[in-house]
Protein backbone atom coordinates (compact mmCIF):
# COMPACT_ATOMS: atom_id res chain seq x y z
CA UNK A 1 0.00 0.00 0.00
CA UNK A 2 1.52 3.08 -0.94
CA UNK A 3 2.18 6.08 1.65
CA UNK A 4 0.32 8.73 -0.51
CA UNK A 5 -2.59 6.57 -0.40
CA UNK A 6 -3.19 6.57 3.19
CA UNK A 7 -2.12 10.38 3.38
CA UNK A 8 -5.02 10.81 0.72
CA UNK A 9 -7.71 8.95 3.40
CA UNK A 10 -6.57 10.60 6.35
CA UNK A 11 -6.87 13.81 4.68
CA UNK A 12 -10.08 12.77 3.37
CA UNK A 13 -11.26 11.23 6.72
CA UNK A 14 -10.13 14.59 8.81
CA UNK A 15 -12.14 16.65 6.30
CA UNK A 16 -14.98 14.44 7.03
CA UNK A 17 -14.57 14.40 10.59
CA UNK A 18 -15.05 18.29 10.89
CA UNK A 19 -18.82 18.18 9.36
CA UNK A 20 -20.22 15.01 11.50
CA UNK A 21 -22.12 16.00 14.55
CA UNK A 22 -25.20 17.26 16.04
CA UNK A 23 -24.94 20.89 14.89
CA UNK A 24 -24.97 20.90 11.04
CA UNK A 25 -21.85 22.27 9.15
CA UNK A 26 -21.58 21.35 5.85
CA UNK A 27 -18.58 22.53 3.75
CA UNK A 28 -20.49 25.00 2.19
CA UNK A 29 -20.67 26.92 5.01
CA UNK A 30 -16.65 27.61 5.38
CA UNK A 31 -17.32 30.29 2.73
CA UNK A 32 -19.83 32.32 5.28
CA UNK A 33 -19.77 30.75 8.55
CA UNK A 34 -21.57 32.28 11.33
CA UNK A 35 -19.96 32.81 15.15
CA UNK A 36 -21.71 30.09 16.68
CA UNK A 37 -20.36 27.29 14.03
CA UNK A 38 -16.61 29.15 14.16
CA UNK A 39 -16.79 28.36 17.86
CA UNK A 40 -17.98 25.00 17.36
CA UNK A 41 -15.34 24.14 14.81
CA UNK A 42 -12.51 26.15 16.94
CA UNK A 43 -13.44 24.42 20.27
CA UNK A 44 -14.90 21.14 19.48
CA UNK A 45 -14.49 19.53 16.09
CA UNK A 46 -10.79 20.53 15.62
CA UNK A 47 -9.53 20.03 18.83
CA UNK A 48 -11.39 16.38 18.68
CA UNK A 49 -9.79 15.98 14.81
CA UNK A 50 -6.38 17.07 16.60
CA UNK A 51 -6.50 14.55 19.09
CA UNK A 52 -7.95 11.16 17.52
CA UNK A 53 -5.10 11.65 15.21
CA UNK A 54 -1.95 12.31 18.08
CA UNK A 55 -3.94 9.40 19.43
CA UNK A 56 -4.60 7.32 16.85
CA UNK A 57 -0.96 7.61 15.80
CA UNK A 58 0.98 7.28 18.94
CA UNK A 59 -0.91 4.44 20.36
CA UNK A 60 0.01 2.30 17.00
CA UNK A 61 3.79 2.92 17.50
CA UNK A 62 3.81 2.11 20.96
CA UNK A 63 2.49 -1.65 19.97
CA UNK A 64 5.35 -1.63 17.22
CA UNK A 65 7.75 -0.98 19.82
CA UNK A 66 6.66 -3.23 22.12
CA UNK A 67 5.88 -5.38 19.51
CA UNK A 68 9.52 -5.22 18.59
CA UNK A 69 11.49 -5.24 21.68
CA UNK A 70 9.71 -8.04 22.89
CA UNK A 71 9.21 -10.10 19.15
CA UNK A 72 6.35 -11.03 19.66
CA UNK A 73 3.35 -9.78 17.36
CA UNK A 74 0.61 -9.84 20.12
CA UNK A 75 2.34 -7.91 22.26
CA UNK A 76 0.79 -4.31 23.22
CA UNK A 77 -0.21 -2.06 25.35
CA UNK A 78 -3.45 -3.92 26.00
CA UNK A 79 -1.77 -7.02 26.32
CA UNK A 80 1.25 -6.18 28.44
CA UNK A 81 -0.76 -4.90 31.53
CA UNK A 82 0.61 -0.87 30.18
CA UNK A 83 -2.93 0.10 30.31
CA UNK A 84 -3.97 -1.64 33.11
CA UNK A 85 -1.17 -0.16 35.25
CA UNK A 86 -1.70 3.10 34.56
CA UNK A 87 -5.33 3.14 34.89
CA UNK A 88 -4.38 2.44 38.66
CA UNK A 89 -1.82 5.16 38.66
CA UNK A 90 -4.91 7.42 37.82
CA UNK A 91 -6.77 5.66 40.57
CA UNK A 92 -3.98 6.63 42.89
CA UNK A 93 -3.97 9.97 42.02
CA UNK A 94 -7.02 10.54 42.30
CA UNK A 95 -7.67 9.10 45.91
CA UNK A 96 -4.38 10.64 47.30
CA UNK A 97 -4.35 13.94 45.05
CA UNK A 98 -7.93 14.24 43.91
CA UNK A 99 -7.50 18.19 43.21
CA UNK A 100 -4.02 17.75 41.56
CA UNK A 101 -3.13 18.85 38.37
CA UNK A 102 -3.54 17.17 34.97
CA UNK A 103 -0.08 17.38 34.89
CA UNK A 104 0.55 15.52 38.53
CA UNK A 105 -2.18 12.60 37.60
CA UNK A 106 0.02 11.90 34.22
CA UNK A 107 2.86 11.73 36.36
CA UNK A 108 1.66 9.46 38.90
CA UNK A 109 -0.12 7.26 35.69
CA UNK A 110 3.44 7.20 34.14
CA UNK A 111 4.95 5.73 37.11
CA UNK A 112 2.84 3.38 37.35
CA UNK A 113 2.24 2.28 33.77
CA UNK A 114 6.35 1.96 33.77
CA UNK A 115 6.40 -0.02 36.73
CA UNK A 116 3.44 -2.41 35.12
CA UNK A 117 5.66 -2.88 32.17
CA UNK A 118 8.78 -3.09 34.00
CA UNK A 119 6.72 -6.05 35.53
CA UNK A 120 6.15 -7.51 32.64
CA UNK A 121 8.99 -7.61 30.74
CA UNK A 122 10.89 -9.50 33.74
CA UNK A 123 8.25 -12.15 34.12
CA UNK A 124 8.44 -12.19 30.16
CA UNK A 125 12.28 -13.25 30.74
CA UNK A 126 11.44 -15.82 33.11
CA UNK A 127 9.45 -17.49 30.67
CA UNK A 128 10.73 -20.40 29.07
CA UNK A 129 7.77 -21.53 26.73
CA UNK A 130 7.65 -18.35 24.62
CA UNK A 131 4.83 -19.60 22.55
CA UNK A 132 3.84 -16.29 20.58
CA UNK A 133 0.04 -16.59 22.04
CA UNK A 134 1.25 -17.58 25.40
CA UNK A 135 3.21 -14.70 25.97
CA UNK A 136 -0.08 -11.76 25.76
CA UNK A 137 -1.94 -14.52 27.53
CA UNK A 138 0.26 -13.75 30.71
CA UNK A 139 0.10 -10.28 29.66
CA UNK A 140 -3.51 -10.40 29.95
CA UNK A 141 -3.46 -12.40 32.78
CA UNK A 142 -1.10 -9.75 34.40
CA UNK A 143 -3.42 -6.54 33.13
CA UNK A 144 -6.39 -8.81 34.91
CA UNK A 145 -5.01 -9.22 38.25
CA UNK A 146 -4.02 -5.03 38.16
CA UNK A 147 -6.73 -4.40 36.77
CA UNK A 148 -9.08 -6.16 40.13
CA UNK A 149 -6.94 -4.19 42.08
CA UNK A 150 -7.73 -1.35 40.67
CA UNK A 151 -11.60 -2.22 40.92
CA UNK A 152 -11.58 -3.12 44.27
CA UNK A 153 -10.14 0.20 45.80
CA UNK A 154 -12.30 1.83 43.54
CA UNK A 155 -14.95 -0.24 45.26
CA UNK A 156 -13.54 0.83 48.49
CA UNK A 157 -13.47 4.59 47.79
CA UNK A 158 -16.63 4.81 46.37
CA UNK A 159 -14.80 5.68 42.47
CA UNK A 160 -16.19 2.87 40.75
CA UNK A 161 -18.57 5.42 38.69
CA UNK A 162 -16.05 8.05 38.65
CA UNK A 163 -13.20 5.47 36.84
CA UNK A 164 -15.61 3.94 34.69
CA UNK A 165 -17.24 6.91 33.12
CA UNK A 166 -13.93 9.03 33.11
CA UNK A 167 -11.61 6.12 31.72
CA UNK A 168 -13.95 5.08 29.19
CA UNK A 169 -12.39 6.18 25.90
CA UNK A 170 -14.51 9.11 24.66
CA UNK A 171 -13.80 11.71 21.89
CA UNK A 172 -16.78 13.60 22.41
CA UNK A 173 -15.69 15.13 25.54
CA UNK A 174 -12.39 16.74 24.14
CA UNK A 175 -12.83 20.36 23.43
CA UNK A 176 -10.27 23.20 23.47
CA UNK A 177 -8.35 23.21 26.65
CA UNK A 178 -8.68 19.45 27.71
CA UNK A 179 -6.74 17.85 25.23
CA UNK A 180 -3.36 20.09 25.01
CA UNK A 181 -1.59 17.27 27.25
CA UNK A 182 -1.38 15.01 24.08
CA UNK A 183 0.46 17.24 22.48
CA UNK A 184 3.36 15.71 24.94
CA UNK A 185 3.17 12.56 22.74
CA UNK A 186 4.80 14.53 19.58
CA UNK A 187 8.09 14.86 21.05
CA UNK A 188 8.06 11.06 21.75
CA UNK A 189 6.85 10.15 18.65
CA UNK A 190 9.84 11.80 17.03
CA UNK A 191 12.33 10.50 19.52
CA UNK A 192 10.93 6.59 18.76
CA UNK A 193 11.95 7.60 14.73
CA UNK A 194 15.31 8.92 15.85
CA UNK A 195 15.90 5.34 17.66
CA UNK A 196 14.04 3.16 15.58
CA UNK A 197 17.19 1.50 13.72
CA UNK A 198 18.03 0.98 17.39
CA UNK A 199 14.68 -0.47 18.68
CA UNK A 200 15.26 -2.73 15.34
CA UNK A 201 18.66 -4.09 16.40
CA UNK A 202 17.81 -4.64 20.09
CA UNK A 203 14.85 -6.36 19.05
CA UNK A 204 17.08 -9.28 17.73
CA UNK A 205 17.92 -9.66 21.18
CA UNK A 206 20.44 -8.94 23.94
CA UNK A 207 23.89 -10.56 23.00
CA UNK A 208 23.26 -9.43 19.19
CA UNK A 209 23.21 -6.06 20.38
CA UNK A 210 26.17 -5.91 22.70
CA UNK A 211 28.01 -7.93 20.00
CA UNK A 212 27.05 -4.53 17.89
CA UNK A 213 28.27 -2.55 20.36
CA UNK A 214 24.67 -1.61 21.41
CA UNK A 215 23.85 -0.67 24.95
CA UNK A 216 20.61 -3.13 24.88
CA UNK A 217 19.44 -2.51 28.23
CA UNK A 218 19.00 1.30 28.08
CA UNK A 219 18.05 1.21 24.56
CA UNK A 220 15.04 -1.09 26.04
CA UNK A 221 14.88 1.00 28.70
CA UNK A 222 13.83 3.69 26.81
CA UNK A 223 11.53 2.30 24.35
CA UNK A 224 9.57 1.20 27.68
CA UNK A 225 9.55 4.82 28.88
CA UNK A 226 8.06 6.16 25.87
CA UNK A 227 5.03 3.31 25.91
CA UNK A 228 5.04 4.41 29.63
CA UNK A 229 4.48 7.82 28.69
CA UNK A 230 2.35 8.00 25.59
CA UNK A 231 0.07 5.25 26.91
CA UNK A 232 -0.79 7.11 30.58
CA UNK A 233 -1.01 10.75 28.33
CA UNK A 234 -3.67 9.21 26.14
CA UNK A 235 -5.45 7.41 29.00
CA UNK A 236 -5.90 10.55 31.04
CA UNK A 237 -6.64 12.66 28.33
CA UNK A 238 -9.37 10.21 25.78
CA UNK A 239 -9.02 7.14 28.13
CA UNK A 240 -8.45 3.78 27.40
CA UNK A 241 -8.48 2.30 23.51
CA UNK A 242 -8.03 -1.25 23.21
CA UNK A 243 -6.01 -3.47 20.94
CA UNK A 244 -4.98 -0.11 18.42
CA UNK A 245 -1.34 -0.94 19.58
CA UNK A 246 -1.83 -4.32 18.63
CA UNK A 247 -4.15 -5.07 15.15
CA UNK A 248 -1.97 -1.83 13.63
CA UNK A 249 1.42 -2.88 13.53
CA UNK A 250 0.16 -6.59 12.38
CA UNK A 251 -1.77 -4.97 9.33
CA UNK A 252 1.54 -2.74 8.29
CA UNK A 253 3.85 -6.08 8.47
CA UNK A 254 1.38 -8.52 6.36
CA UNK A 255 2.30 -5.84 3.55
CA UNK A 256 4.92 -4.16 4.23
CA UNK A 257 7.73 -6.14 6.38
CA UNK A 258 8.92 -6.13 9.52
CA UNK A 259 11.57 -3.07 8.95
CA UNK A 260 10.68 -0.70 12.12
CA UNK A 261 12.20 2.14 10.58
CA UNK A 262 10.34 1.58 7.20
CA UNK A 263 6.93 0.90 9.21
CA UNK A 264 6.62 3.36 11.76
CA UNK A 265 4.97 6.42 8.63
CA UNK A 266 2.77 3.55 7.76
CA UNK A 267 2.38 2.34 11.20
CA UNK A 268 1.74 5.97 12.07
CA UNK A 269 -0.90 6.70 9.13
CA UNK A 270 -2.72 3.55 9.16
CA UNK A 271 -3.42 3.82 13.28
CA UNK A 272 -4.88 7.69 12.76
CA UNK A 273 -6.59 5.99 9.54
CA UNK A 274 -8.50 3.97 12.02
CA UNK A 275 -9.31 5.25 15.14
CA UNK A 276 -10.65 8.04 12.58
CA UNK A 277 -12.88 5.66 10.80
CA UNK A 278 -14.02 3.83 14.71
CA UNK A 279 -14.91 7.99 15.57
CA UNK A 280 -17.05 8.40 12.46
CA UNK A 281 -19.03 5.36 12.72
CA UNK A 282 -19.86 5.98 16.62
CA UNK A 283 -21.04 9.07 15.36
CA UNK A 284 -23.54 7.91 12.32
CA UNK A 285 -24.65 5.08 13.91
CA UNK A 286 -26.98 6.24 16.31
CA UNK A 287 -26.99 9.87 15.46
CA UNK A 288 -27.95 12.10 16.80
CA UNK A 289 -26.48 9.83 20.04
CA UNK A 290 -22.83 8.76 20.07
CA UNK A 291 -21.18 5.43 20.58
CA UNK A 292 -17.89 5.81 22.49
CA UNK A 293 -14.45 5.05 20.63
CA UNK A 294 -13.55 2.80 23.46
CA UNK A 295 -16.79 0.53 22.37
CA UNK A 296 -16.04 1.00 18.72
CA UNK A 297 -12.23 0.50 18.82
CA UNK A 298 -13.25 -2.65 20.92
CA UNK A 299 -15.61 -4.61 18.97
CA UNK A 300 -13.57 -3.88 15.46
CA UNK A 301 -10.01 -4.67 17.11
CA UNK A 302 -11.38 -8.02 18.71
CA UNK A 303 -12.34 -9.22 15.52
CA UNK A 304 -9.17 -8.28 13.56
CA UNK A 305 -7.15 -9.76 16.70
CA UNK A 306 -9.24 -12.84 16.06
CA UNK A 307 -8.51 -12.69 12.07
CA UNK A 308 -4.68 -12.36 13.09
CA UNK A 309 -4.90 -14.88 15.13
CA UNK A 310 -6.54 -17.80 12.73
CA UNK A 311 -4.36 -16.52 10.01
CA UNK A 312 -1.33 -17.32 11.87
CA UNK A 313 -2.35 -20.73 13.08
CA UNK A 314 -3.50 -21.33 9.41
CA UNK A 315 -0.19 -20.07 8.15
CA UNK A 316 1.44 -22.85 10.70
CA UNK A 317 -0.44 -25.30 9.81
CA UNK A 318 0.80 -24.89 6.17
CA UNK A 319 3.93 -24.24 6.55
Known amino acids: MKRRYLVGA ?50 SICGLIMQQLTRNKFVSPTTAGTMDSARL ?14 I ?6 FLFALMGTFIFMKILERIKFKDTIFIPLVGLMFGSIIGSITTFFAFKYDLIQNMSSWLQ ?21 IITYL ?44 GMIPFLGLIIPNIVSIYQGD ?19 CDILGRIIIYPYEIPIGLTVGVIGSAVFLYLLFRRRSYEANA
Open 10 to 59: LLLLAFASLFIGVKGITPLDLFNLKSEQVQVLLLSRIPRLVSIIIAGVSM
Open 89 to 102: GVLVSLILFASASP
Open 104 to 109: LKMTVA
Open 169 to 189: GNFSLIIKGRYELLYISIPLV
Open 195 to 238: FANKFTVAGMGEEFSINLGLPYKQIVNLGLVIVAAVTSIVILTV
Open 259 to 277: HLKKNLSHTALLGAIFVLV
